[in-house]
Nanobody, 118 residues
Framework: QVRPVESGGGLVQAGGSLRLSCAARGAILSVFNFNDMGWYRQTPGEQRELVATIDTDGNTNYIDSVKGRFTISRDNAKRSVYLQMSSLKPEDTAVYYC?????????WGQGTQVTVSS
């Protein structure tokens, strides 16, 4: 069973940058390559939100609030997805997760906490 493992979160000041990584543990190459992938985020008491997606051809999409600041990428050989975040804002504070997109079909990992101080 595939288990995403996220890393790279931390505490950063507003305007700073972070790079998140996600390794799809247990995914065979063909399974990973077949799926569009996404980064999601969740704050306490809120629904998990899909922030960025990348399809199997490398085409990307973002929600308006992160356009121009976040960049999603993937390395199929490493079965990994990345999220480069810059110009971070306090409202970006959340636990970030990766999964297939737009429908999450893998079980959720533990996520990685991103905290942006003002």
């Amino acid at each position: 069973q595939v288990r995403p493992v996220e890393s790279g979160g931390g505490l950063v000041q507003a305007g700073g940058s972070l790079r998140l990584s996600c390794a799809a543990r247990g995914a065979i190459l063909s399974v990973f390559n077949f799926n569009d992938m996404g980064w999601y985020r969740q704050t306490p008491g809120e629904q998990r939100e899909l922030v960025a997606t990348i399809d199997t051809d490398g085409n990307t999409n973002y929600i308006d609030s992160v356009k121009g600041r976040f960049t999603i990428s993937r390395d199929n050989a490493k079965r990994s997805v990345y999220l480069q975040m810059s110009s971070l804002k306090p409202e970006d504070t959340a636990v970030y997760y990766c999964n297939t997109a737009p429908k999450d079909i893998w079980r959720w990992g533990q996520g990685t906490q991103v905290t942006v101080s003002s």
